[in-house]
């Protein structure tokens, strides 16, 4: 077990516009971060991942990733750090050995296939199996220097279980929805350990320094409205009721984003959550007639945008800012993670319109 970092002093926020346009406050500019922003696009990234020797040792070691997730922000001025580690740390934890096999992403040597395996699996303590991370989110957290806030983060209940009963990556969810729809009892026993044990990771993580939390549910947007809400959205307000929401005497906004959840936007935003992610399949200025007088807004261009010649990423950034309008409350990002064959220097064209394109917005 790696040795706990102990938490240090930490310094004024010198850049709070995330934290504020979460609070939807004021800002001058629209804030602007990258899901994925720490990765695989980055050369610097794979000279650190090749000293590491795998990912998951990247993760578990707090200097490197400490040092992965600061390198972004040496390239571009991105207004938050999001913690460097992977979603399926609590999984692993679990007992479910996570392995990535070359070309096909995670798997597990033990997924859950009865309801045996779910009776077997306990809470991780996030400050024992799960204390990597948390020493991972101190040393950021000191080396940030208080120049911009940090965002930790976990996978949703319902995207951790189709990893851990598909056993790996899926295209269809046929055993989850098997045991969905087959079995509901001991899929809902699963969810149920699992909303418990992101809420508890999640809370350790603020403790430890995290300003801001997200929620990645990257496989609601596979189910019907009557199934997302009873096999994911519910165990998310249950996670979302059970953080903590105020730490150093400032408000921890957290943030609930469904890949394809464009068709849920209200009742995700009913959930008590501050801002609600948007992917790219919806128009944002719908979204913000929808639910932006109730909750933050982030999001949410087509990351493949990334593709495009300088002056059609501007464009389309300028599309998106004039589509949410004026005011506070919209966080730029894409929407979803940055793709790893993207030029780093068009992430710089990104970043740099939001922050030029935007003033106009925020008078």
């Given at each position: 077990m790696s040795q706990n970092i102990p938490n240090v002093d930490k310094p004024a926020l010198k850049n709070d516009r995330y934290l504020r346009a979460l609070e939807k406050k004021p800002v001058d500019v629209t804030p602007v971060w990258?899901?994925?922003?720490?990765?695989?696009?980055?050369?610097?990234?794979?000279?650190?991942?090749?000293?590491?020797?795998?990912?998951?040792?990247?993760c578990k070691n707090a200097e490197l990733a400490c040092e992965v997730t600061l390198q972004p922000l040496r390239r571009f001025p991105l207004d938050a750090a999001i913690l460097f580690s992977d979603i399926l740390t609590i999984p692993d934890a679990m007992g479910l050995e996570?392995?990535?096999?070359?070309?096909?992403?995670p798997?597990?040597?033990?997924?859950?296939?009865c309801k045996a395996d779910v009776d077997k699996i306990g809470i991780p303590d996030p400050e024992g199996e799960l204390q990597y991370v948390m020493n991972a989110v101190r040393t950021i957290r000191r080396e940030l220097k208080g120049d911009v806030p940090l965002i930790g983060f976990s996978g949703s209940p319902w995207t951790l279980a189709t990893y851990m009963i598909e056993g790996g990556s899926s295209k269809a969810f046929t055993k989850i929805k098997k045991m969905a729809f087959a079995e509901p009892a001991i899929l809902h026993t699963l969810l149920e350990k699992l909303a418990d044990s992101v809420t508890s990771y999640l809370n350790a993580q603020i403790a430890a320094g995290a300003q801001s939390v997200m929620i990645f549910d990257?496989?609601?947007?596979?189910?019907?409205?009557?199934?997302?809400?009873?096999?994911?959205?519910?165990?998310?307000?249950?996670?979302?009721?059970?953080l903590t929401r105020e730490n150093e005497g400032r408000k921890v906004p957290v943030t609930l984003f469904t890949k394809n959840g464009g068709m849920w936007l209200e009742s995700i935003a009913a959930?008590?959550?501050?801002?609600?992610?948007?992917?790219?399949?919806?128009?944002?200025?719908?979204?913000?007639?929808?639910i932006g007088d109730k909750v933050a807004l982030q999001g949410n261009m087509d990351p493949s945008m990334l593709y495009a010649p300088a002056q059609r990423i501007e464009e389309e950034v300028?599309?998106?800012?004039?589509?949410?309008?004026?005011?506070?409350?919209?966080?730029?990002?894409?929407?979803?993670?940055?793709?790893?064959?993207?030029?780093p220097e068009n992430a710089g064209v990104f970043v740099d319109s939001v922050h030029k394109l935007s003033k106009q917005y925020h008078k």
């Amino acid at each position: 077990m790696s040795q706990n970092i102990p938490n240090v002093d930490k310094p004024a926020l010198k850049n709070d516009r995330y934290l504020r346009a979460l609070e939807k406050k004021p800002v001058d500019v629209t804030p602007v971060w990258m899901m994925r922003q720490a990765g695989r696009y980055l050369p610097e990234y794979k000279a650190t991942r090749a000293v590491a020797g795998d990912f998951m040792s990247l993760c578990k070691n707090a200097e490197l990733a400490c040092e992965v997730t600061l390198q972004p922000l040496r390239r571009f001025p991105l207004d938050a750090a999001i913690l460097f580690s992977d979603i399926l740390t609590i999984p692993d934890a679990m007992g479910l050995e996570l392995y990535f096999e070359a070309g096909e992403g995670p798997r597990f040597k033990k997924p859950i296939t009865c309801k045996a395996d779910v009776d077997k699996i306990g809470i991780p303590d996030p400050e024992g199996e799960l204390q990597y991370v948390m020493n991972a989110v101190r040393t950021i957290r000191r080396e940030l220097k208080g120049d911009v806030p940090l965002i930790g983060f976990s996978g949703s209940p319902w995207t951790l279980a189709t990893y851990m009963i598909e056993g790996g990556s899926s295209k269809a969810f046929t055993k989850i929805k098997k045991m969905a729809f087959a079995e509901p009892a001991i899929l809902h026993t699963l969810l149920e350990k699992l909303a418990d044990s992101v809420t508890s990771y999640l809370n350790a993580q603020i403790a430890a320094g995290a300003q801001s939390v997200m929620i990645f549910d990257t496989w609601g947007g596979v189910l019907s409205p009557r199934d997302y809400k009873e096999f994911s959205l519910q165990y998310m307000e249950r996670i979302v009721s059970g953080l903590t929401r105020e730490n150093e005497g400032r408000k921890v906004p957290v943030t609930l984003f469904t890949k394809n959840g464009g068709m849920w936007l209200e009742s995700i935003a009913a959930t008590g959550c501050d801002a609600v992610g948007l992917d790219w399949t919806i128009d944002i200025k719908e979204a913000r007639a929808r639910i932006g007088d109730k909750v933050a807004l982030q999001g949410n261009m087509d990351p493949s945008m990334l593709y495009a010649p300088a002056q059609r990423i501007e464009e389309e950034v300028g599309t998106i800012l004039k589509g949410y309008g004026e005011g506070s409350g919209h966080v730029f990002n894409l929407g979803h993670g940055i793709h790893l064959d993207v030029p780093p220097e068009n992430a710089g064209v990104f970043v740099d319109s939001v922050h030029k394109l935007s003033k106009q917005y925020h008078k």
